[in-house]
T-cell receptor, first 112, second 113 residues
């Protein structure tokens, strides 16, 4: 158990819908990262927040957005969902901005 | 954009054989991290390398960072079935308010008992 929690574990929805994935970092970690993992694209870095501020941006689509709240939990919002958005979404946290990351168990999103 | 080449993509070995995976970057890196993901699991941090030419060992695992900080390797001696999984390198480059993070596509290791 990494200490990072993610909810929900599984999510099934339809194309065009919007969903919110939630992540609680390890106690004391200020940095939160979001990743998308699919079979053909591997582990894709989406975005990172550090103490509430956006720190780095990866291959995040405009339909996706994220934020980190004052209590340091983070949410990833995915809108206008497409079939290709079906993937495993991981959240990770770290103490510093580029230190070792601890991954949560992931949210498996299925778009039908 | 930043390219991270990780080879091989797959490696199947007999238990007891050695295994090596390589990560190559087109850019000088700030640091590199290695992760392992078991089938059905999440990535787990193994090690971070920061210094040029750095070598670190964890039991049967040896990690190296190239002298030019553009490549890295993970070597497993005498593989065991518990080593099965996908090994990823994660590269950090840049600094300050403008740094980037990229994961390699991973090397899937399978071990025949």
């Amino acid at each position: 158990d990494s200490g990072v929690t993610q909810t929900p574990k599984h999510l099934i929805t339809a194309t065009g819908q919007r969903v919110t994935l939630r992540c609680s970092p390890r106690s004391g970690d200020l940095s939160v990262y979001w990743y998308q993992q699919s079979l053909d694209q591997g582990l894709q870095f989406l975005i990172q927040y550090y103490n509430g501020e956006e720190r780095a941006k990866g291959n995040i689509l405009e339909r996706f957005s994220a934020q980190q709240f004052p209590d340091l939990h983070s949410e990833l919002n995915l809108s206008s969902l497409e079939l290709g958005d079906s993937a495993l979404y991981f959240c990770a946290s770290s103490v510093q901005t580029s230190g070792s990351q601890f991954f949560g168990p992931g949210t498996r999103l299925t778009v039908l | 954009g930043q390219q991270v080449m990780q080879i091989p993509q797959y490696q199947h070995v007999q238990e007891g054989e050695d295994f090596t995976t390589y990560c190559n970057s087109s850019t000088t890196l700030s640091n590199i991290q290695w992760y392992k993901q078991r089938p059905g699991g999440h990535p787990v941090f193994l090690i971070q390398l920061v210094k040029s030419g750095e070598v670190k060992k964890q039991k049967r695992l040896t990690f190296q960072f190239g002298e030019a900080k553009k490549n890295s390797s993970l070597h497993i001696t005498a593989t065991q079935t518990t080593d099965v999984g996908t090994y990823f390198c994660a590269e950090f480059y840049g600094g300050g308010s403008n740094y980037k993070l990229t994961f390699g596509k991973g090397t899937l290791l399978t071990v025949n008992p």
